[in-house]
């Protein structure tokens, strides 16, 4: 599938970025002592082991179904999705915290400034190369919406992981060239723990973020208004039909989805008929819809009176 190569490709580029980061970044530490350098050496540990887990919950999606599992196991993405916020907030967010804390009650100085901005700039250029490939890997699945409600509303875990990953990963490096200039210029190292917190917090706001989406996921969303309206329409596209009385939705992954609809027919209609009508409203579902369906349509006969005092689920239209 297009977006699953899509979501593979940004997170190689990201794993291969962070290692090579995390390696440089231990290494400027070791020659300057900067709190910030360590957090920042950290959190690309931490990125990295992200990249992994990522790719793990992929492989193990592609299991076959099941008879403990019928659905398949899609929704491995989304539980290493979420394993990933957590990885994101306890091993960058609170250690960031804890040694930027420290650091603030017992200051440094930092030793052999030229080491830490020498690996600084060789990390920004690999986290912009690994941004800018998460940018042209999301882009088709965008469709030009604005990128945080991108993040906020796609299906896919693995892509919003990675751009949140690579831009905090940025700015967090911003945020640790300023504090190890400030250190370095006023020979106050409290400036370096300052960086070291920052960074901190970013980490535990993009892990809130993320983790708040991935639980979502977790639960199980509804389909996006656009293939509503397109199942409705192939639905109601039945000759047969005469109205759908309610419709329900759920990602079982980013490529998998439930689709249950309770159909009205004429109450005089044959089995045959129906079952033949329903056969064609499944198949033309399919055929529209670019994601694995799993349908499951449930004839009914209209009855106003049993009807006009349930409300109407969000989704389901009327037939005119």
Known sequence: ????????????????????????????????????????????????????????GGRRAKRAASPLHPFGYQRFRYFYGFLVTLVIFLVG???????????????????????????????????????????????????????????????????PVVLAEDFGALTGLFFATVGITLAVVTGDGRWDAVGTIAIGVLLVIISITLSTRMRSLLIGESADQETLRRIEAAIEAEPLVQRMIHLRTMHLGPDQLLIAAKVAFAADETVAHVTDAINRVEARIRDDLDDECFVFLEPDVWDQRLHETQERPPGSAKKP
């Open 93 to 159: 967010g609170v250690f960031a915290l804890f040694e930027g804390w420290q650091k603030l009650h017992a200051p440094e100085p930092v030793e052999s400034p030229v080491w830490a901005f020498a690996v600084l700039g060789v990390s920004i250029v690999l986290e912009s190369f690994s941004l800018r490939t998460a940018v042209h890997e999301a882009q088709p699945e965008r469709r030009g919406l604005p990128w945080l409600r991108f993040i906020r509303t796609t299906r896919s875990p693995e892509l």
């Open 1 to 56: 599938m297009a977006e699953e190569g899509n979501s593979i490709r940004a997170i190689v580029a990201a794993f291969a970025a962070n290692l090579g980061i995390a390696v440089s970044k231990f290494v400027a530490f070791l020659f300057t002592g900067s709190s910030a350098l360590l957090a920042e050496a950290v959190h690309s540990v931490a990125d990295t082991a992200n990249q992994l887990l990522l790719l793990l």
